[in-house]
């Protein structure tokens, strides 16, 4: 068995090479392929389903219950921000940067690490599924939410995201609306007291202004958040109707259809319509062995308000991981050598807790 010294030594140089290889959402087939070499290097039998890499652990026990590893391979595009290659792994002063290595590549390669460790680990507690996943970023068709009718059924998970190796025991789900308000289109020069603009305002006001009743201990409330809006194509016409795009962060407490529920009956547009319902909000249980092996290592506990791919699992789920989520999606975005280094054994020693008999 290799000694996690070298095993975090190869998960940097990995990662290096994750940073070097363009992956974004749909387009991950050559990082897919670096997961593969990691894995045949370490003498692991593993499965690819579209750039989806995963693998058991050697002695999978069918009457056991299964704790899935997973984190994702796939990059936002760099924004104009960069002042750095996004595409060259640079290390200065303890800091990797390039795109790709907060989020979530430190965590990736820490979660590979991790599962290499265990591999022929016998008499574990738990089966473990490593899942190498694609589209996270996207919330596309190919990415996790693809592979559950394919892996082996998964009991709870540990999903890596950034989030300082703290314990993020919630996470807010995800609607988002498209909706319309209605007017009277008419020419600039004349009166009109159905004018679409002027009537978006009140509605505006409504989403601005709404509480939801039930507030979530570890998430607080649900948060709507109007994020576009559209109207007119030119200035002497009063346009037909505005379109609003609207943003909302379902805490704990309420179902996604709940939330939907709601706003279509009472939300005082002409029109609301959901894109979809499928990012459910996740959570895990406080007195969860994991989350209660995370805190003996002197972790603390929060609900996170980004999302994940938590959110397509019906399992209980805590997200964990290497790096600062507030790098994500900026420019030069880095993560510190140390944060892997200190990833991946807080990792081990988290599920030795938890899978050593």
Known sequence: ????????????????????????????????????????????????????????????DQNKPTLLLNSHHDTVKPNNGYT?????????????????SNDAGGCLVSLLATFTYFYTHTNLNYNLVMVA?????????????????????????????PTLMQLAVAEKGLLVFDAVVKGTPSHAA??????????????LEWFQEKHFDKNSDTLGEVKMTVTQINAGKQHNAVPAEVSLVIDVRVND?????????????????????????ALNSSSIPINHDLVKAGINL???????????DQ???????????????????????????????????????????????
């Not at 750095?84 to 790709?100: M, R, S, Y």
């Not at 002197?298 to 994940?308: A, D, E, K, V």
Request: hydrophobic residues 35%; proline residues 5%; charged residues 25%.
């Open 84 to 100: 750095k290659d996004p595409f060259k792994a640079i290390v200065e002063n303890n800091k990797l940067f390039g795109l790709g």
């Open 133 to 161: 996943s694609a589209e996270e970023e996207s919330s596309g068709k190919d990415g996790l939410n693809s592979m559950l009718s394919i892996i082996p059924k998964i009991d709870v998970a540990i999903v890596g995201e």
């Open 253 to 277: 407490r309420y179902t996604n259809q709940e939330i939907v529920d709601y706003l279509v009956q009472n939300a005082p547009c002409d029109r609301i319509v959901p894109r979809g319902i």
């Open 190 to 203: 004349h009166p009109n007291t159905n004018n679409a603009i002027y009537n978006s305002i009140k509605v």
């Open 1 to 60: 068995m290799k000694t996690i010294e070298k095993l975090t030594l190869e998960a940097i140089e990995l990662l290096k090479k994750l940073i070097e290889t363009p992956s974004f959402s749909s387009e991950e087939e050559v990082t897919a392929a670096h997961i593969e070499q990691w894995l045949k290097a370490n003498h692991i039998p593993f499965k690819r389903n579209c750039n989806n890499v995963w693998a058991i652990n050697k002695h999978f």
């Open 298 to 308: 002197g972790r603390t506990t929060y609900g996170s308000p980004t999302l994940s």
């Open 311 to 357: 959110a397509v699992l019906s399992c209980p789920s805590l997200k964990l991981g290497p790096g600062d989520s507030t790098r994500s999606h900026s420019a030069d975005e880095f993560i510190y050598l140390t944060e892997i280094e200190e990833g991946i054994q807080i990792y081990i020693e988290l599920l030795k807790q938890v899978l050593i008999v």
